[in-house]
């Protein structure tokens, strides 16, 4: 899954390595993600290597334009000049300066003659301007919280283009993805609920911060996701999704609609093949007289449920006995514990009024 990094417990299962980032391809989507310390020597190396084979490149060049240019049929001062040029400038940069030097030079006394230099001129520019280009590197470098800032190396300015604006994009290893639960009773359980209400926690308050506004979006808190908050279309005037009976009102119900979502784009799924999905939640407030009854719990006489009866549950082939006509429940004048404990489906697809 593809993520933003921020200072957050997602940083510790960032993924470093090499990786295929497919919102961009294959080939341009190549990214490697490394720690600080690698990164920087990363950098370095690909800043001394683009000057270091600009040098080797022109050093090839210019003996090719020395032999090319070398005749005894021009013995003017401007064709040795030339030749002297190739022969001691060290690198295209500084071909470039000298022979910019030599037609000023020349410009008075052998305007024309000078002209001839533009050739040389012209090659030695576009192999320094090549050189600049070529320090463009297709890997594109991301940072976990370990990265800072990269710093830009004279030789090969554009080799820092690796710090892209895509700096913050990573992809998370999900190690603690196909982990095994024990859910027997014991110490076990007791951190599990407690890893629950953490998450609960970090996702209530997660959503008091990125969920009020458009404002909220520009803070870094809630740059974790590929996408701050997910699109959806409300309709405050749909009909009732249930038989007339069971609804209050027939229309001026909620209906919530995602659209259709991109596994990669949306959701930060950075797998193949991507899917689309798309999610519809519907409220309707239900009618609860005649489709409700008190339930005391025989081994506890104090406590009471109430329970709903809109339907067979969805565990009834697995209760083995126990009563399945009721489809959810919540006890009466008493908090509920846990979800687990007052839901009887996976789901709550409605609620009561």
Not at 8 to 22: A, K, L, P
Not at 211 to 238: E, F, H, R
Not at 244 to 252: A, G, M, N, T, Y
Request: hydrophobic share 40%; glycine share 6%; aromatic share 14%.
């Amino acid at each position: 899954m593809a993520a933003n990094v921020q200072d957050n417990s997602f940083d510790d299962d960032v993924y470093t390595g090499i990786w295929i980032n497919r919102s961009y391809g294959p080939i341009y989507g190549a990214t490697l993600t490394l720690t600080r310390q690698n990164g920087g020597f990363l950098i370095a190396f690909l800043a001394m290597y683009v000057g270091v084979t600009g040098k080797s490149f022109w050093k090839i060049t210019r003996f090719l334009l020395h032999s090319f240019f070398s005749s005894t049929a021009l013995p003017n001062g401007i064709y040795h000049q030339q030749q002297a040029i190739l022969r001691n400038s060290k690198s295209a940069l500084d071909a470039v300066e000298e022979v910019l030097y030599a037609m000023f030079a020349w410009r008075k006394r052998a305007r024309k003659n000078s002209l001839c230099l533009i050739p040389v001129l012209a090659l030695a520019f576009i192999v320094t301007a090549s050189f600049a280009i070529a320090g463009i590197s297709w890997l594109s470098i991301t940072y976990s919280k370990l990265f800072s800032d990269c710093l830009l190396y004279p030789l090969g300015i554009f080799s820092s283009h690796v710090t892209t604006n895509n700096v913050n994009e990573v992809v998370l290893s999900g190690s603690g993805c196909e982990t095994n639960l024990s859910f027997d009773f014991g110490q076990d359980a007791a951190n599990i609920r407690l890893n629950q209400r953490r998450k609960v926690s970090e996702y209530l308050a997660y959503a008091l911060d990125c969920y009020q506004g458009w404002q909220a979006n520009q803070s870094q808190k809630c740059q974790i996701y590929t996408k701050p908050s997910l699109p959806y279309i409300l309709d405050s005037n749909a009909k009732c999704p249930f038989s007339k009976e069971i609804c209050q009102q027939d229309s001026s119900n909620i209906l919530l609609d995602s659209g259709f979502l991109d596994s990669n784009n949306d959701f930060g799924i950075n797998i193949e093949p991507r899917f689309l999905f798309r999610l519809k939640r519907q409220c309707a407030p239900l009618v609860t007289h005649g489709f409700s009854k008190l339930y005391t719990d025989p081994q506890n006489p104090s406590t009471k449920f109430m329970r709903y009866t809109y339907g067979r549950s969805k565990w009834a082939d697995a209760l083995s006995g126990a009563d399945s006509s009721f489809i959810y429940q919540v006890p009466v004048n008493e908090a509920p514990s846990s979800l687990a404990s007052v839901f009887r489906s996976e789901t709550a697809d409605y609620r009561t009024g």
